[in-house]
DNA sequence: ACTATAATGGCACTCGGTGCAGAAAAACAG
DNA sequence: CTGTTTTTCTGCACCGAGTGCCATTATAGT
């Protein structure tokens, strides 16, 4: 039985005002469902608002542009990102660190892995999400130099630092888009490899 | 004297219909006149059709977008990093061949390095900008891919040749924004320390 | 002068994105 | 139960980028 003092308002929170009557999460979802059926320049933004049942001027309140929707919680995966560097001990090098977090962040459940599938579809297919995820890449890359300039001794901005960030974004971009290309393979034996260029160089190749 | 079966009409071409009244490399030239002065958010099409001389709709045939004029005439750089890569003798190793597109292909004549450096400005330090590159860095890492699977005896679309183009995207990118932040970097003293971490990989760091 | 051709220019329209002001829910105080 | 406060939602008007359509203008050749 509930108890007589708790009337149960689902969404109670104690604090005032209108509740939130959707997520970022669930508007994300909605809107890629419409993108991969529909094709994204197809799908207008209105569309989109309808599918999820909120006004146009609230779509924009939840996500500042259309191609940010494609994207869903980045932040999170970033400060997940950062907790994984934060995680490797000191004394593993420097490469191993690099392959390991690779490895990790780019790990999904097998009950999403279908939904990030057609995620990364989008995010890597239509050139208008192309050219946004730039923006997403470089905070990303910040995260990947934070870690190096700190291993090396160096700072964040140094150059050193942000041309291996450069190159671990190289290496997962290029190891997704074989993956995308391939309903078989598999990410992380992609990632692996790639990592193998990363650590030992372009000249231990000829 | 001119002869008298040439009145000299200037831009004679022998084909009929008018002349363009201008060029794409003079608009891009009177553009980045104004992102740099009065901010490229800030201007709007308008104005660099007006000051260009010409009417919006003419501007949009010149130019597919607006963030497209900033960079000007990419398809030629692009046809020139080919022609690159296409000279470098068979027998240098690959590494190497890479290092001395890379430097080759970012050498500006000196006339024109506080132009380059302008636009270069622009085009990393604009939002919309980055973003849209990643639109043109797409092509020339196919270039650089081509030349890889080539070397490699592999597809285009492999996955070793699509690393190896993103990391010297990545090596390009990472001395470009030094380059930039410090008015006295050389390009090029930048490019051939990264091109050391590429081709020696980061695990000769630690 | 007449014709074919190629570029320019104006107009109306769509779509993404924003500022603003008001309506609608929710908690709380009396 | 009514009023107050807080937060979210929504409608509207507006701006700038980009496009389709068609008329206009300039050039070469007959």
Redesign the interface.
């Known amino acids: 039985m509930t108890p007589p003092d708790a009337p149960a308002p689902l969404t109670q929170t104690g604090q005032p005002g209108r509740r939130p009557v959707t997520s970022r999460a669930q508007i994300s979802a909605v809107a890629i469902d419409l993108f991969t059926a529909n094709g994204f320049e197809e799908t207008s933004v209105d569309d989109v608002a309808d599918a999820a049942g909120i006004a146009r001027r609230t779509l924009f309140r939840y996500y500042p542009s259309k191609n940010a929707i494609a994207w869903g919680d980045f932040d999170g995966h970033l400060d997940a990102m950062r907790a994984l560097l934060a995680d490797i001990p000191p004394t593993e090098?420097?490469?191993d660190a690099?392959r390991r977090a690779l490895i990790s962040f780019n790990r999904v459940p097998p009950a999403e892995l279908a939904g990030h599938r057609r995620r990364m579809t989008l995010l890597l297919g239509v050139?208008a999400l192309?050219?946004?995820?730039?923006?997403m890449y470089?905070e990303w890359r910040q995260v990947v130099a934070e870690f190096c300039a700190q291993?090396?001794g160096l700072s964040d901005?140094d150059?050193?630092p942000?041309?291996?960030?450069?190159?671990c974004?190289?290496?997962a971009?290029?190891?997704y888009?074989?993956w995308l290309?391939d309903p078989d393979a598999d990410l992380e034996t992609?990632i692996i490899?790639?990592s193998r260029?990363?650590?030992?160089?372009?000249?231990?190749?000829?």
């Open positions: 090098p420097i490469a690099l050139p192309q050219a946004h995820s730039m923006l470089a291993r090396l901005d150059h050193l942000q041309t291996i960030a450069w190159m974004l190289g290496t971009l290029a190891a888009d074989q290309a992609l490899a790639g260029t990363l650590a030992e160089g372009v000249g231990a190749l000829s």
